[in-house]
């Protein structure tokens, strides 16, 4: 069985911008330090957060040779790539320069609503053709269709290099057989910052998170201290940004955390469509909760 290095706090990592749309070099670079220094276990690069779909080819390109470079192996770094096409998600498994990679972080397949065997023989096909360890990603509220524990079960079983899940259902029911029943070397990733903390009290292994891009030094102690049994001085981190995880969402992602990272002054409040900033009161709401917080950068 692979073995998965992907525990603790990921990074779900947003892309910056510049005010003319571009992709901001110097802010993803600062970004990449400060997510390192402040505790991030590993990295998710280009996901549902970095605002993939908006990217070009030759963005994605770049900004893999980027964080591969810049990075240098100091922490491992989770790459996306999924898609509702199932022979053009393995092409571009085949023709891809994994170097520096540590796994893929594959999606269901959204929009046209495959049945459990039709989740089950895309993966079968990603599993097949990966050239690095794969990770499961199941967040129905944006593909349209629930990945059901059987099924990641199945796949986890048949495959050894399926190391892990990112479970986004909102189902805890759900997640809580796949960690009861799963085979020994796969893993449950939390992949909602608000359920974090009872998701790793039940056995999952970590998170790859949104808040983490602004916070990573406090939401690694709350993961770390959640995985060491600590489960007092994790909730008490948890509580504190209760209202704050709901705010980051209610705008859409990575509207939210775009606009905290802008006001903490580390990038332009930039989005490419048909994303846009979040509203100005929510803005107000983010800025009040972090002065509250008197978090120091």
């Known amino acids: 069985m692979a073995q998965n290095k992907f525990r603790g706090l990921g990074i779900a990592l947003i892309t910056p911008f510049k005010a003319d749309g571009s992709i901001d070099e110097e802010a993803l670079i600062r970004l990449v330090e400060f997510q390192i220094k402040g505790g991030a276990d590993f990295l998710c690069i280009m996901g549902t957060t970095a605002e993939t779909p908006c990217l070009t080819p030759d963005e994605k390109r770049w900004l893999r040779e980027t964080l591969v470079?810049?990075?240098a192996g100091r922490v491992p770094l989770l790459m996306g790539c999924g898609g509702n096409n199932t022979a053009a998600v393995v092409r571009e498994l085949q023709e891809t320069d994994w170097t520096g990679i540590d796994g893929v972080l594959s999606?269901?397949?959204?929009y046209n609503k495959p049945s459990q065997e039709g989740l089950y023989q895309h993966f079968r096909a990603i599993a097949e053709a990966s050239p690095v360890p794969v990770v499961l990603y199941n967040v129905p509220g944006r593909?349209?269709?629930?990945m059901t524990a059987e099924t990641t079960l199945r796949l986890a079983r048949d495959f050894e290099n399926i190391v892990a899940i990112k479970e986004?259902?909102?189902n805890i029911t759900q997640?809580?057989?796949?960690i009861k029943n799963k085979p020994q070397g796969f893993d449950v990733i939390s992949?909602?910052?608000g359920i974090t903390f009872p998701?790793?009290?039940l056995g999952a292994v970590g998170v790859i998170s949104v808040i983490g891009n602004a916070l990573p030094r406090e939401?690694?102690?709350?993961?770390?201290?959640?995985?060491?049994?600590d489960y007092a001085s994790a909730l008490t981190i948890h509580h504190k940004f209760t209202e704050l995880f709901k705010l980051l969402f209610v705008d859409g992602n990575p509207a939210g955390v775009k606009a905290m990272l802008h006001a903490m002054g580390m990038i332009e409040n930039q989005l490419r469509l048909p994303l846009v900033p979040t509203r100005l009161t929510t803005m107000e709401q983010i800025s009040s909760i972090l002065r509250e917080l008197n978090i120091k950068y």
């Open 69 to 71: 470079q810049r990075v």
């Open 107 to 110: 999606v269901c397949p959204m």
């Open 143 to 146: 593909t349209g269709v629930n």
């Open 168 to 170: 986004a259902s909102g």
């Open 175 to 178: 997640m809580d057989d796949i």
């Open 191 to 193: 992949g909602d910052d």
């Open 199 to 201: 998701l790793i009290t």
């Open 219 to 229: 939401f690694s102690r709350m993961v770390r201290l959640a995985l060491n049994g």
